[in-house]
Structure formats: C-alpha cells, structure tokens
C-alpha cells in the first residue's frame, strides 16, 4: 500500500532535506529584547504606490526604533503581473525616503543578508521542503481538476447559493485514493497542490492583531491552492514559509489581506510554526464625490508615489504627512517640538487609525510648504538642484550657472523668525523666479505689461525714469521704501494707501502703484518675492537695464 510517503517523493524526488534542515540553517535572531523584526514585501507590478509608500515607512519605523531589523523581500511569484526591472526601481525610489533596508532584496545582482534569498522566485527550494512535508503529514495533496471543472463547480454552488470554492465534500481530490494519485501523475495529468484544511466555516477563530485589537473571524475551511500549476507557491503559502525562516516578528500589511488572516493561522499552526504577530494597516483612501475608495492606480494620480517625486514634494514633507496618517498623535507631537527631526517621533501600533486613512492632497501641500519654509536657503538649494538636475533641465542649467545667486533667491524672507510660507514643492519655485535670469527675462513681452490703467502711461514713464536717475540701493528696507514714499510724493502720487483712500481726487494713485510699475518693470509680473531683496538681487546694472528697456516701450 502506497502511503503519503510515496506519494511526497514522487512529486518531489529530488528533495532531501527537511524542515529541522531549515530550522538549523534560518536560526532565530539573537536581538535584544522587544526588538521587531519586520518586513516590506512588495510584489514588482510595476510601480510604488502610495500606499506601498505608507506601509514600508511604518515597517522601516518600527523596525529601527526597536533596534530591531528591517527587510525587503520581493514577492515576485505572480510572474503575469511582474514588470520587468520594477524591483530594483521600488528599492530606488524607498530609498528616496530613506527607507533602506538592513537586510534583503536590493537588486537582481545583490542582496544582504543571512535569511535569504530574498525574492521568492529564487526559494523554490525552500517551499517544495514545506510543502513535501505537508504532503507527508496527509495536509497537502494533488488535485487534477482542470480550470472547467473549477468554473462548473463554482457555477453549481452559485445556483445553489452555497459558499463558493473547493471545500468539504466539493474537494474532489481531498480523500483521493493515494495509488490512484500516484498513477495520475505517473501518466502526466497535470495538477496542482492544496492545502488540506480541517476547518470549520461554523466556527470562529480568535485573534489579537497589533491595531485592530481581539478579533473573531470565521475560520478557514477552504483548501486552498499552495503550489500553481508552475511550480511557484501563492503568496498564503510563500508568507507563511518566508516570514518564519526569516524570523519576521511583525506581519505589517495592508488591511485587504484580513480577510485571508484564517488560512494564514490555519496553516502556521498546521505546519506548526510558531505565528509571528500581525498589524493590519489602514488602507490608503480617497474621498471620490463623497465616497470613500481606495486609492486607485489608473485613476488617481497620487496613487504613485512617482507623481509626488516628480512634482518635487519634499521628501520630508510627504514624509511627515504619511506620519499624521500612521499615528493620531503626530501632529500634537510635530506642534510641541517645532526644533526636532520626524526621526525623532515614535511611531506606535496602539496609535494607528482602525479603519481606511484618508488621503488628502492639500495637506500633504500645506505640510510640505510649512516645512519648506524653515529649510536653509543652502539646503533647500542642494534639494532643489538634485530635483531640477531630473525634472526640469532649464532650472537646474539656470541654478548651476551661478548657485550663490541661486541661493539668495531662495533667501529672500527666509532664515527669520516668520519665513515666508510661498513654496509646497520644488516645481513651484522656478515659475516664481525665473524673472531673476536674464534670459528668461528677456522673453517677456514688455509692450503686454498690465498697467495699471488709471494712471497714464506717460506719468508711469515719468516715474521710472526719475527711480532711474536718483537710483540708490545701498539703503536698508526701511531707508529704500521711504526713498520711494519720496519717489511718490514727487510725483504727485500718496505716500500712504489709507490718506489716498481718503481723498482719491488729489492724488494720481499711491506709493503701491510706485513700487507696481517697478515690479513689473523688473520682474515682468505683478507679484513677485518682496521688492527690496529682488531690486539688491539684481543689483544696480541689471535693474537699470530692466528699466531702461520698459521705458522704450511707453
Ligand atoms: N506582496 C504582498 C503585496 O504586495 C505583500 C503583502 C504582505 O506584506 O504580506 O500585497
């Protein structure tokens, strides 16, 4: 009498080793203790998404702050969604964000550590040692159905409103005669192999998960596929074995994979293998005419992190806006410690929100801009040049034409107690100054400036020819903007908005309308960064020129 035995070594001759083999060679860590061993496991479908982005800043988080370990396995055995290179690309742009990992996947050439490989099509090995056990113990068998037979069988239960899938008395190989399996495979009936479950869907399963609390689910009794058709495990299985031989302590994944929470159970306890501790994330959302939905690759474009890096949102910014998402009590923290790095915070499950966070892009702007503000002009300048260097050549041939200049642009009502609040990413700086570049400059259609058209063009000239004639810049912003309270006097324009206001027929306009026609005679724009530092940027022969250049055209 054939026995599981046989039936184990037909389908895997070539293994020998065993799961004490693996136990021995995959030791437990020696960390210290409440250390957390956790890890990102993104499938390489293509691009980061947001909430990819989201749920491995958490993983990297509480790795570190645990002294514990963090690590990338790439989860690339659904070889039809795989997009070529698109691995090494995820570790690229993680590194963005400074989520590197201690240990793991990070490139098709390279990976560090003592618990790999680290991508899963590279473990074979390792599954076909569990699943041949399993197959031993009578937990796992071949099964011959063909996809017809699974549609047909779905179609019946379907009709007769009964649990779909292949469970119970509609598992049709589940108590397959051994010999008879043996002779199946012996003539070359394809198969694949299931897990045999022993559950129950009349009975709960009890679960404390890290975020969500006591849970009680309704346990598993389906069995489900572990090894497909090409020999490569699915992720239920592929999990169970990487994340004990890895030694993960924290499963952190999104909350889709819930649902699927009693197979995994099912199957560490089957195996048995002690169950690591489960954090079920929230999922990223959206609000879409006031429903919520998940972010959704093909209709948002904030679903990829991509669209944010091109953009030119601080990583920082973005970051901390990921953070207020992770753990309510972040921004209560950021407001009482303006001075520390969001390094510093420390990232908590009983914190977590329970149910889907909200994604919301103005906040991520308004973030970003509030932490713009207080970066040095010098670092700003190195970001920024990093990003034009990638996304917008123009800028970055203007910025490396001349960086100290570059940088006091970016200095203008900066580095100060209340800096100015003008910039949420990179890209809205150029448009913003670019007049400051001659060349640039130059474009502008200086007959098209918005005059004001009260005033007639001939006393605009007037006034820009006499700033031209009196120049003087070496003055202090108080000095500079009483020299053109002067300007305006003497031109029969207020020197004060609020006297004008009180009698607008004894005057031509007032010291606003003044410093208008040198804003866009200099900048071509009527608004442009606080006048006084453009005019000392720009300095003296640039700003005669400029001007010069405007009075031909009145
Ligand atoms: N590869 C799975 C995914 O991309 C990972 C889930 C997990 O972290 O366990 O959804």
């Given at each position: 009498?054939?026995?599981?035995?046989?039936?184990?070594?037909?389908?895997?001759?070539?293994?020998?080793?065993?799961?004490?083999?693996?136990?021995?060679?995959?030791?437990?860590?020696?960390?210290?203790?409440?250390?957390?061993?956790?890890?990102f496991a993104p499938s390489p479908t293509g691009f980061l998404h947001t909430g990819s982005l989201f749920v491995s800043l958490?993983?990297?988080?509480?790795?570190?702050?645990?002294?514990?370990?963090?690590?990338?396995?790439?989860?690339?055995?659904?070889?039809?969604?795989?997009?070529?290179?698109?691995?090494?690309?995820?570790?690229?742009?993680?590194?963005?964000?400074?989520?590197?990992?201690?240990?793991?996947?990070?490139?098709?050439?390279?990976?560090?550590?003592?618990?790999?490989?680290?991508?899963?099509?590279?473990?074979?090995?390792?599954?076909?040692?569990?699943?041949?056990?399993?197959?031993?113990?009578?937990?796992?068998?071949?099964?011959?159905?063909?996809?017809?037979?699974?549609?047909?069988?779905?179609?019946?239960?379907?009709?007769?409103?009964?649990?779909?899938?292949?469970?119970?008395?509609?598992?049709?190989?589940?108590?397959?005669?051994?010999?008879?399996?043996?002779?199946?495979?012996?003539?070359?009936?394809?198969?694949?192999?299931?897990?045999?479950?022993?559950?129950?869907?009349?009975?709960?399963?009890?679960?404390?998960?890290?975020?969500?609390?006591?849970?009680?689910?309704?346990?598993?009794?389906?069995?489900?596929?572990?090894?497909?058709?090409?020999?490569?495990?699915?992720?239920?299985?592929?999990?169970?074995?990487?994340?004990?031989?890895?030694?993960?302590?924290?499963?952190?994944?999104?909350?889709?994979?819930?649902?699927?929470?009693?197979?995994?159970?099912?199957?560490?306890?089957?195996?048995?293998?002690?169950?690591?501790?489960?954090?079920?994330?929230?999922?990223?959302?959206?609000?879409?005419?006031?429903?919520?939905?998940?972010?959704?690759?093909?209709?948002?474009?904030?679903?990829?992190?991509?669209?944010?890096?091109?953009?030119?949102?601080?990583?920082?910014?973005?970051?901390?806006?990921?953070?207020?998402?992770?753990?309510?009590?972040?921004?209560?923290?950021?407001?009482?410690?303006?001075?520390?790095?969001?390094?510093?915070?420390?990232?908590?499950?009983?914190?977590?929100?329970?149910?889907?966070?909200?994604?919301?892009?103005?906040?991520?702007?308004?973030?970003?801009?509030?932490?713009?503000?207080?970066?040095?002009?010098?670092?700003?300048?190195?970001?920024?040049?990093?990003?034009?260097?990638?996304?917008?050549?123009?800028?970055?041939?203007?910025?490396?034409?001349?960086?100290?200049?570059?940088?006091?642009?970016?200095?203008?009502?900066?580095?100060?107690?209340?800096?100015?609040?003008?910039?949420?990413?990179?890209?809205?700086?150029?448009?913003?100054?670019?007049?400051?570049?001659?060349?640039?400059?130059?474009?502008?259609?200086?007959?098209?400036?918005?005059?004001?058209?009260?005033?007639?063009?001939?006393?605009?000239?007037?006034?820009?020819?006499?700033?031209?004639?009196?120049?003087?810049?070496?003055?202090?912003?108080?000095?500079?903007?009483?020299?053109?309270?002067?300007?305006?006097?003497?031109?029969?324009?207020?020197?004060?908005?609020?006297?004008?206001?009180?009698?607008?027929?004894?005057?031509?306009?007032?010291?606003?309308?003044?410093?208008?026609?040198?804003?866009?005679?200099?900048?071509?724009?009527?608004?442009?960064?606080?006048?006084?530092?453009?005019?000392?940027?720009?300095?003296?022969?640039?700003?005669?020129?400029?001007?010069?250049?405007?009075?031909?055209?009145?």
């Amino acid at each position: 009498m054939a026995d599981y035995r046989d039936l184990a070594n037909l389908i895997f001759p070539n293994i020998t080793e065993t799961i004490e083999d693996l136990e021995k060679k995959y030791p437990k860590r020696n960390l210290p203790e409440g250390a957390k061993v956790i890890r990102f496991a993104p499938s390489p479908t293509g691009f980061l998404h947001t909430g990819s982005l989201f749920v491995s800043l958490v993983d990297c988080y509480l790795a570190h702050q645990s002294n514990g370990i963090f690590y990338i396995r790439l989860e690339d055995t659904d070889t039809k969604r795989e997009i070529t290179g698109s691995g090494e690309a995820l570790v690229e742009q993680l590194k963005t964000f400074d989520i590197i990992p201690d240990e793991g996947y990070i490139s098709e050439e390279a990976e560090l550590g003592n618990y790999g490989p680290y991508k899963q099509s590279d473990r074979s090995h390792i599954y076909n040692i569990c699943i041949k056990h399993l197959i031993e113990m009578g937990r796992a068998y071949p099964c011959f159905c063909s996809a017809e037979e699974l549609a047909e069988l779905r179609k019946e239960q379907e009709a007769r409103r009964e649990i779909p899938g292949y469970y119970g008395k509609y598992a049709k190989y589940r108590d397959y005669p051994i010999e008879q399996a043996i002779q199946k495979i012996k003539e070359g009936t394809p198969y694949i192999i299931r897990f045999k479950s022993m559950g129950d869907h009349n009975h709960k399963v009890f679960f404390h998960d890290e975020i969500k609390g006591d849970l009680e689910l309704t346990e598993n009794d389906q069995d489900i596929v572990i090894c497909k058709s090409d020999g490569l495990p699915t992720y239920h299985f592929a999990h169970l074995v990487d994340d004990h031989f890895m030694r993960t302590t924290h499963i952190t994944r999104g909350e889709e994979w819930l649902p699927s929470l009693p197979i995994h159970l099912e199957l560490f306890d089957t195996i048995g293998f002690e169950r690591p501790k489960y954090a079920h994330l929230p999922v990223v959302m959206k609000m879409d005419n006031g429903v919520r939905r998940k972010l959704s690759k093909r209709k948002d474009e904030e679903a990829a992190v991509s669209y944010f890096l091109e953009q030119g949102y601080p990583k920082y910014g973005f970051i901390e806006y990921l953070l207020t998402i992770a753990n309510s009590n972040y921004e209560a923290w950021r407001n009482e410690n303006l001075d520390k790095d969001y390094t510093d915070f420390q990232l908590s499950f009983d914190k977590m929100a329970l149910d889907g966070a909200l994604f919301d892009i103005a906040k991520v702007a308004n973030i970003s801009k509030e932490r713009m503000a207080y970066r040095k002009a010098e670092d700003l300048k190195n970001e920024v040049k990093e990003w034009a260097k990638k996304y917008d050549k123009n800028f970055y041939n203007h910025i490396v034409q001349n960086e100290d200049y570059f940088v006091s642009i970016l200095n203008i009502e900066r580095e100060k107690e209340k800096p100015r609040k003008d910039y949420a990413k990179y890209s809205d700086i150029y448009p913003i100054i670019s007049f400051f570049y001659d060349d640039v400059y130059e474009q502008i259609d200086l007959k098209q400036l918005e005059w004001n058209p009260e005033i007639s063009k001939s006393e605009i000239k007037q006034v820009l020819e006499d700033y031209v004639e009196n120049i003087e810049l070496n003055l202090s912003e108080e000095e500079w903007f009483n020299s053109i309270k002067e300007l305006a006097v003497r031109h029969g324009f207020a020197d004060n908005i609020k006297v004008w206001k009180k009698d607008k027929t004894a005057y031509k306009g007032h010291v606003g309308d003044i410093s208008e026609f040198l804003r866009l005679s200099l900048s071509g724009k009527k608004n442009s960064p606080n006048l006084y530092y453009v005019l000392q940027i720009l300095g003296k022969d640039k700003v005669i020129n400029r001007i010069k250049k405007v009075i031909e055209t009145l």
